[in-house]
């Protein structure tokens, strides 16, 4: 355990030494508050609540999650630091947890810097601070499934704009799991359970009932499984790729 | 003590280790020669427990590398080949990253990190990041932390590869000051660092050991006394059978 926090630490200092936090936190704080105020119409609604905001958060959530996840185990392939990790004295599982909770954490850094968003909406009028706060758990957990599936991807390849690609794809699956166009895609040949099972998989589904407010057990459970399985898979995978 | 046998690595179709056995004891250094893909790096990536082996035994310190990998990699300190590290770190950063992982606490870790800093003469570059850093340097901080933790058994995939005569001369000299209650396998090219450095000498030529002598034998099977000239002639008549 000691270990996984060493390995975070490390992870989390080496987005600070680079622009890449700087750039990351601008654009995405930029973007969620355009895309609020814009798009959302959020005085045009006349309501004291923050479902503009979270309504992108998915979509936001598309583009720039891959863009964090790809560096993952790309660069650490690529660079051949990969072999001097696993050689020091530590588990796969510890290595992966480690990665993984930094992006996480370094993600949820820029999510809850939109903070001023939450003051204005307090500021203007008497919204429900319970499903603002349940919102947000709910926008920190989709991250961290994109963020999972993300690292996985990356533990595949070398190149960073493969993983990216690859992730944006399977992430843009798993949020719309339960609308027409990838159910549509099964539901030829395969059996209504299986289809049934696609549907609830669908990260859309599960967010949108969060961020109404109601935090069911159920959702948790969706969300702590989809990752831990993913975080499973990327051992697997970098178990399997190391030699190449 | 470092026990291999009958190691073997296939890599589908390809076989990069063959049938390979060895044991290097305590105050030996062993060098490990071979043309390029003969299988040098692929046997270290193993000892170290980087690569599991397609079969076959390795005990490092009386723990199987495959059985006991935590016990066993704390005994080693690793060089892997092109001496990587993270780029955006700084040597004294990388050099405390890698203390804490391998358990160096405070007034120790600090003792052991400026041990290697002069050991290595890493003292003008301990503040900025590796990746602005030369060639000589990079091996350097490689080096510093493969030592670091004043490992029991010392795996170098060439210490010396980028390095300028001197810096060349003085990682010799520094391996040989610590091989004396040390294991010390490094790979090289460089027939002349076999003479000045290795008590051991193994050469590989496709994936199987062609030779098992010390340095002053290998010599003397040659007329000219040259180190090329057995290697070539030693590794020439394996790539032909």
Redesign the interface.
């Known amino acids: 355990m000691k270990n996984i926090g060493i390995i975070f630490k490390r992870e989390l200092e080496s987005y600070f030494a680079t622009p890449v936090a700087y750039v990351f936190m601008v654009i995405f704080l930029v973007l969620s508050g355009a895309l609020t105020f814009h798009m959302g119409n959020f005085y045009e609604r006349g309501q004291a609540d923050l479902a503009p905001f979270f309504n992108f958060h998915p979509w936001l959530y598309l583009f720039l999650v891959p863009a964090i996840s790809m560096r993952l185990w790309a660069e650490e392939r690529k660079s051949g630091n990969i072999e001097l990790l696993l050689t020091l004295p530590i588990t796969m599982i510890e290595a992966v947890i480690g990665k993984f909770l930094a992006a996480w954490l370094f993600t949820s850094i820029a999510v809850l810097l939109t903070f001023p968003l939450w003051i204005t909406v307090n500021y203007l009028g008497d919204p429900d601070n319970g499903v603002i706060l349940a919102a947000y758990i709910g926008s920190l957990l989709m991250a961290g499934g994109f963020l999972a599936i993300g690292a996985c991807i990356s533990a595949t390849t070398k190149n960073q704009v493969i993983a990216f690609i690859i992730s944006v794809v399977i992430c843009f699956a798993f949020l719309l799991s339960g609308f027409p166009i990838v159910l549509d895609f099964f539901r030829g040949w395969a059996p209504q359970y299986i289809v049934d099972a696609i549907a609830s998989l669908s990260f859309l589904t599960h967010y949108t009932s969060i961020s109404k407010g109601v935090i069911d057990l159920r959702d948790i459970i969706y969300f702590a499984t989809l990752i831990g399985c993913w975080l499973y898979a990327n051992a697997v995978v970098i178990e399997m790729k190391k030699a190449s | 003590m470092i026990e291999i046998e009958n190691l073997v690595k296939k890599?589908g179709p390809l076989t990069a280790v063959n049938d390979i056995s060895f044991t290097v004891e305590p105050g030996q250094v062993l060098g490990f020669l071979g043309p390029n893909g003969a299988g040098k790096s692929t046997t270290m990536?193993m000892i170290?427990?980087?690569?599991a082996p397609t079969s076959g035994t390795i005990r490092v310190c009386g723990h199987t590398v495959e059985g006991d990998s935590?016990q066993a990699?704390?005994e080693?300190g690793?060089l892997?080949?092109?001496a990587?590290?993270?780029?955006?770190?700084t040597p004294i950063?990388f050099l405390q990253?890698?203390g804490?992982?391998?358990?160096l606490k405070g007034a120790k870790r600090k003792e052991r990190i400026d041990t290697v800093i002069s050991q290595l003469h890493l003292q003008q570059v301990i503040n900025r990041?590796i990746e602005t850093l030369s060639k000589g340097f990079k091996r350097r901080v490689g080096l510093s932390?493969a030592i670091l933790h004043d490992p029991q058994v010392l795996i170098l995939d060439e210490p010396t590869d980028g390095l300028d005569p001197n810096q060349k001369y003085e990682v010799r000299e520094l391996i040989k000051g610590m091989s004396q209650d040390k294991i010390v396998v490094i790979s090289t090219h460089i027939l002349e660092e076999v003479d000045a450095v290795c008590s051991q000498a193994i050469i590989i030529a496709n994936g199987r050991v062609v030779a098992n002598e010390t340095p002053q034998e290998l010599l003397s099977r040659s007329p000219t006394g040259r180190m090329d000239d057995v290697f070539r002639e030693i590794t020439s008549a394996e790539e032909l059978s």
Do not use: A, C, H, W
Not at chain 2, 84 to 89: A, H, I, K, L, Q
């Open positions: 890599f990536k170290t427990g980087f690569l935590l990699k704390r080693i690793y892997p080949e092109g990587p590290s993270y780029g955006e770190m950063q990253f890698i804490d992982v391998r358990g990041p932390q």
